[in-house]
């Protein structure tokens, strides 16, 4: 395998709301690329991408699957057929379920670029939005592909401008369509200023470059203009000679300067197309070749050396010191556990050792693959730019740096949400005990979102999700892969504890039981942590060593532990602020134990003073309805606690934006779909925690409090 150029790569990823076909997208690629020489379709659960049984079965992706492709840039067939030169990708087809978001986080942590797909039926829907945020984020530079112009609806530059909107963003169409809905055949490309239009017989993969229909010159002339307009005001040097003559800008001249306003997330470029009826898909992969960054295109990517503490950049060079962050780990029935790794320096060999900087140990890698979906192509070496998947290694976890053992490097991690919900579960058999224990370590290790503990009180094994749908799946994985069948309770809430308010508190902990005793006196101030913090924020300011030094940090240990299990309920409490002030010791009978003791006690017995209180999810909902049922459905919304944010039309449909507790939410489907006759359709994601109303906290603690009496 030779050195490949850099600059012929591309690292993208594929996101956008559930079904706007973000799928069947990846596999026209891969048709269109050569490396599948038949299309799957996901209706008829034959995708490569979707290879789980799950995702074949629900016609969704439930993991985002990578793949590797080759790509001859411009468009073969282009009647001038000029030099075409290779580029190879690899793509990321992310799902658009919001129980899944977890995938599309660690995906665009290790991608160059994005293809954000809208539907030019539906426009921007609520997945769009999280996704878009979660690009914004990282910092991911885009191109926007309106799918489904075949579609009866179809509005692609109503689309351009709901993006432009609703996402706040400089949406530009580069692109008009050919005909709309069932007449949609080619693309005005309004760089080039001529039109494409594609063969139907040989399912898009033939075209013909042809001049732009008469009807739509004036439209042509009116986009175009707006185009350039975009691009001078980007670029200094094309603005004079805009304003001179705008004709004078050459088509070179566009693209150079697109391509900077994209990676600067200045223009959003707007394509569109119909993947399913084979047009339009060339046109993007074009597109992504020439305004999507390469790995080079960045100087570098920023971490810590810990062990100076300072940062440095690693260059995207072969010869620079190794290093690479693993974004996903997977299990694979033939070869075992997979870390997926974006490699962003250097070069490494298979049967090689790299250091992971989180555990501070070597790792030998004894085997590199390329991934197609979830088939593996061994490689001999990896090189910057690239991404891979590792076998051999011990432990591996989502979000780790490995690097070169002599030039240690942390890159920056990745933010999961918390889990919102939970259900009990319990192997049916005797037999099944330790394989449940070992299936749900493995699910754990694949899904940074996904959590299992065991309740303290009633000793059962309680899994935590983003979703119903999430725990569907991991049920059911729990069956098929790892054959164990288990029994499972209802949902539960995950709830959280907050304190409210400052309480002052002195905490006395004697024992005596002949012999040596226990002592230890603290006096501390509880109160909220301030907004955006999490965990413990611990300050001492203890003088004249009334508690000595050393049993300060088991005074810290303790409250932390005291975290973990609320006062009122035994949730946990997400964040807070202790200051210890005073205290006093015994010279024999205080020992570090003692001072973690009198923490634990001392926080319980304050947090009544403190006014902790239960805090509930809150979910941000959205329901898409034709109009007639509008009133059933708000007034169902407001019976669950339901507080409307807005009221709007899409697509000939009334749009219903609510915030609701998670805690209303159980069934909520089956629910709407009896609302409507099945015509509604709802999408729900988590938002933030909010104080539960009294009365329903004092049942919460009262349902805590009768499964610890069980």
Known sequence: ??????????????????????????????????????????????STMDWMEQEAERGITITSAATTCEWKFPMENAKELPET????????????????????????RVLDGLVFLFSAVDGVEPQSETNWRLADNYKVPRIGFVNKMDRQGSNFLGVCQQVKDMLKSNAVPIVLSIGEEADFKG???????????????TLGATFDVVDIPDEMKEEARKYRALLIEEVAAYDENLLEKFMEDEDSITEDEVHAALRAAVMDMSIIPMVCGSAFKNKGVQFLLDAVCRYLPSPTDKEGIVGVNPETEEEEIRKPDVKAPFSALAFKIATD???????????????LDAGSYVLNNRSGKKERISRIYQMHSNKQKALDFIEAGDIGAAVGFKDIKTGDTLSDEKHPIVLESMDFPDPVIGIAVEPKTKADVD???MALA?????????????????????????????LDIIVDRLRREFKVEVSQGEPQVEYKEAVTRKAEHREVYKKQSGGRGKFADIVFTLEPAE?????????????????????????EKGFKMAMQNGPLAGYEVESMKVTLTDGSYHDVDSDQLSFELAAKLGFKNAAKAAKAVIMEPIMKLEVLTPEENMGDIVGDLNRRRGQMSSMGDRAGAKVVKAEVPLSEMFGYVTTLRTLSSGRATSTMEFSHYAETPSH???????????????
């Open 1 to 46: 395998m030779a050195q490949r150029d850099l600059k012929y790569t591309r690292n993208i990823g594929i996101a956008a709301h559930i079904d706007a076909g973000k799928t069947t997208t990846t596999e026209r690629i891969l048709f269109y690329t050569g490396v599948n020489h038949k299309m799957g379709e996901t209706h008829e659960g034959a």
């Open 85 to 108: 030169k290779n580029y190879h990708f690899n793509i990321i087809d992310t799902p658009g379920h919001v129980d899944f978001t977890v995938e599309v986080n660690r995906s665009l």
């Open 187 to 201: 693309i005005v490309d309004l760089v080039k200023n001529r039109a494409v239009i594609w063969h139907e017989d």
């Open 333 to 347: 029935p033939f070869v075992g556990r997979l870390a997926f790794f974006r490699a962003y320096s250097g070069r």
């Open 435 to 437: 394989k449940l224990g």
């Open 442 to 470: 493995k699910l754990a290790e694949e899904d940074p979102t996904f959590q299992v503990k065991t309740d303290e009180a009633s000793g059962q094994t309680v899994i935590s999700g983003m979703g119903e749908l999430h």
């Open 531 to 555: 907004e955006g913090k999490e965990g413990l924020e611990f300050v001492s300011e203890i003088k004249g060593g009334n508690v000595p030094k050393e049993f300060i940090p088991s005074v």
């Open 696 to 710: 329903i906290s004092e049942e919460v603690i009262a349902a805590a409090k009768g499964t610890a009496n069980v």
